[in-house]
């Protein structure tokens, strides 16, 4: 008891001498310092900064907007028509972060992307089913498949793990994608991306695969050896696979995938094989393009199917096209308008898959300038497609397969330079940049692993900044990882509103076939 008094009597001495020189008792929480966590940060507190709009001033701007949002929201009537046609546009790796910072980049924080005006919204939770934070290959199979996966996989349910070769020749592990569902029921269907057509993303409109990797025979015939025999590599399946040869357009990269290095010096087949002759050599309705003058003036009344491989691997960045005086692809608005131009010829309706697959490459790199470039990019895309097609019939959805590590903060000035630095220092006494990444590659870009300190970062910068500049990352990795958070999903046209709310990434493609009564599983017309 003696014991207990004396000890009670030293932890009533540290209180009272924590309250008056203002420390801390361990193991006691701290009261909030308010002014810390939300200092001032102009130079002068009293005086505000004037509004980017003027009208913000005043309450009545803010209360008129929100009265406008009202009425727009009950002015919204529930589409049930069958949706004749379905356009899934993704952003890889576009997470909610990326969206916030591609609004300033356009010009403003109130500005919305084209998608954002969409009436319908919700989140997509996207783990897989063995890591928390999925890959593109296993996201692809949950978005356009309907099941979720192991990490690094396509097309085929989580009995396979990845680089399993013996597992992968199980047909009956193998799942297909929205796009046949729609296929079976006579409607057409294509993918457009900025990526190669073979990539993670693509790949699971039409492939089977136990590793992502496996894009032509030679990786494939690598990592299997023997039993790689009777498996077909990811291209192959795209040319004469059950769903890939029947896609009636697939626009974007990847030309070293489908030709032996006989018939293109920088081919990666070694089976002798040109699979884009194979192509045209199936009908003479088939037309291959690799530029964008040729893709341009495809008619589309006189072409059944059409293939554009417009570089070796992934298509340039946009600001790279821009940035070339010779450049010869397309954009990703322009893959989309000639997809819907050759889709639209279909009497039954069709599924076209689009991805803006650079948001995440870029991303990967730590260069947000270019990530937010490729997301207004793909707004783009999205705004041409809402254009040529009617809200009646047409069942447009916009989502990502996963986020990225990519944060935006800093209390910084509205209509500030978005790629800029914060307002406040840190404690070092050195600028921050409002944008950063968890991990990446450029860790030792701004931290001085000889001194143990952060690189200030104004000597970093020029004055014309370049697009391909690395942002700050905490922890060093050679690539930058995915974010694990849920991602934004937004809908509009036909059953559009079932996309609201919180729900499972795979439940995606299960939504879009009950809006256009295809598939095996519920649909409208029943």
């Known amino acids: 008891m003696q014991t207990l008094r004396c000890l009670t009597g030293l932890w009533l001495l540290l209180l009272l001498a924590a309250?008056?020189?203002?420390?801390?008792?361990?193991?006691?929480?701290?009261?909030?310092d308010d002014e810390g966590m939300h200092p001032h940060l102009e130079d002068n507190a009293r005086t505000a900064p004037e509004p980017r709009i003027k009208a913000e001033k005043t309450h009545e701007y803010w209360l008129s907007a929100s009265k406008q949002h009202i009425l727009?929201?009950?002015?919204?009537?529930?589409?049930?028509q069958r949706a004749k046609?379905?356009?899934?546009?993704?952003?890889?790796g576009m997470g909610l972060a990326t969206l916030a910072a591609a609004r300033s980049y356009m010009g403003g924080e109130e500005l919305k992307l084209a998608f954002e005006e969409f009436p319908y919204t919700g989140l997509s939770k996207t783990y897989c089913v063995d890591k928390i934070v999925p890959d593109s290959a296993s996201t692809s199979t949950s978005y356009l498949c309907g099941v979720k996966a192991n990490y690094g996989t396509i097309g085929v349910n989580a009995h396979i793990k990845r680089g399993d070769c013996v597992a992968m020749a199980n047909q009956t592990n193998h799942v297909f994608s929205v796009a046949k569902w729609?296929?079976?029921?006579?409607?057409?269907?294509?993918?457009?991306?900025t990526t190669?057509?073979?990539?993670?993303?693509p790949s699971g409109v039409y492939a089977h695969t136990a590793d992502r990797e496996w894009e032509n025979n030679a990786v494939l015939e690598e990592a299997c050896g023997e039993q790689a025999k009777g498996l077909d590599d990811i291209a192959v399946q795209l040319i004469h696979g059950e769903v890939g040869s029947k896609l009636k357009v697939m626009l974007g990269g990847g030309r070293r995938n489908f030709m032996d290095p006989q018939f293109y010096d920088k081919g990666r087949r070694t089976d002798g094989r040109n699979l884009v002759e194979e192509f045209e050599a199936m009908s003479e309705r088939n037309t291959y393009v690799k530029n964008r003058k040729k893709l341009l003036k495809v008619n589309a009344t006189e072409t059944d199917r059409l293939l554009g491989l417009f570089t070796k691997s992934h298509m340039h960045y946009h600001l790279e096209q821009l940035a070339d005086p010779e450049n010869t692809e397309p954009t990703l608005e322009e893959m989309t308008e000639k997809a819907i131009e050759m889709l639209e010829t279909e009497e039954n309706g069709y599924f076209l898959f689009v991805e803006g697959g650079k948001i995440d490459i870029s991303h990967h790199d730590t260069m947000a300038r270019i990530a937010l470039d490729e997301t207004a990019e793909l707004s783009k895309a999205v705004a041409r497609a809402r254009k040529m097609t009617s809200e009646k019939d047409t069942l447009i959805v916009?989502?990502?397969?996963?986020?990225?590590?990519?944060?935006?903060?800093?209390?910084?000035?509205?209509g500030s330079d978005i790629f800029g630095k914060a307002k406040s220092k840190g404690t070092d006494g050195k600028p921050y940049l409002a944008l950063s990444y968890a991990n990446g590659k450029s860790f030792e870009t701004y931290y001085n692993t000889q001194t143990h300190e952060r690189v200030d970062l104004m000597t970093l910068f020029a004055e014309d900044p370049d697009p391909a500049q690395l942002f700050p990352a905490t922890a060093p990795l050679e690539s930058e990882t995915h974010g694990g958070e849920d991602v934004g999903v937004f809908a509009s046209g036909p059953w559009a509103h079932l996309f609201t709310g919180v729900y499972e990434q795979n439940t995606i493609p299960h939504m879009l076939a009950y809006a256009a009564c295809v598939g095996d599983g519920q649909k409208a017309c029943d």
């Open 19 to 32: 309250s008056v020189l203002g420390g801390a008792v361990p193991g006691q929480v701290p009261e909030d």
């Open 72 to 80: 727009e929201k009950l002015s919204y009537v529930r589409n049930t």
């Open 85 to 92: 046609n379905i356009i899934l546009f993704l952003g890889d």
């Open 182 to 193: 729609a296929m079976d029921a006579g409607k057409a269907a294509g993918l457009v991306t």
């Open 196 to 201: 190669r057509v073979t990539h993670a993303s």
């Open 398 to 414: 916009v989502t990502s397969d996963h986020s990225h590590t990519f944060s935006l903060g800093g209390y910084q000035k509205r």
